[in-house]
């Protein structure tokens, strides 16, 4: 199970921090992505980070977010720095698969949501 949270509003230029903590099951292998969807749109992937380390994420938020993890606490994290109110959505975050792709991933945390004010 995941649990997403962290989601809140934040004005333009302002940071969060969102948390995916697994229970039941560790990040041990496999991706865990963040992805986010806005109303009336599809979901898109945002980040990944593999279990190796490796992260990768999409051209719009290159250089603002940061997504990363703590292996001891079992929890995955994504710090969004100078937010923008195009970055407002619900986040979620995923485990069990691989890639850029929602459908590549097995596990979904329940979403948390973010509003950005201009």
């Known amino acids: 199970q995941l649990q997403a949270s962290g989601g809140g509003l934040a004005q333009a230029g302002g940071s969060l921090r969102l948390s995916c903590a697994a229970s039941g099951r560790t990040f041990s292998s496999g991706d865990v992505g963040w992805f986010r969807q806005a109303p009336g749109k599809e979901r898109e992937f945002v980040a990944r980070i593999s279990w190796s380390d490796t992260t990768y994420y999409r051209d719009s938020v290159k250089g603002r977010f940061t997504i990363s993890r703590d292996n001891a606490k079992n929890t995955v994290y994504l710090q969004m720095n100078s937010l923008k109110p195009e970055d407002t959505a619900v986040y979620y975050c995923?485990?069990?698969?691989?890639?850029?792709?929602?459908?590549?991933?097995?596990?979904w945390g329940q979403g948390t949501l973010v509003t950005v004010s201009s």
């Open positions: 995923a485990s069990g698969g691989y890639g850029v792709a929602s459908y590549g991933y097995d596990y």
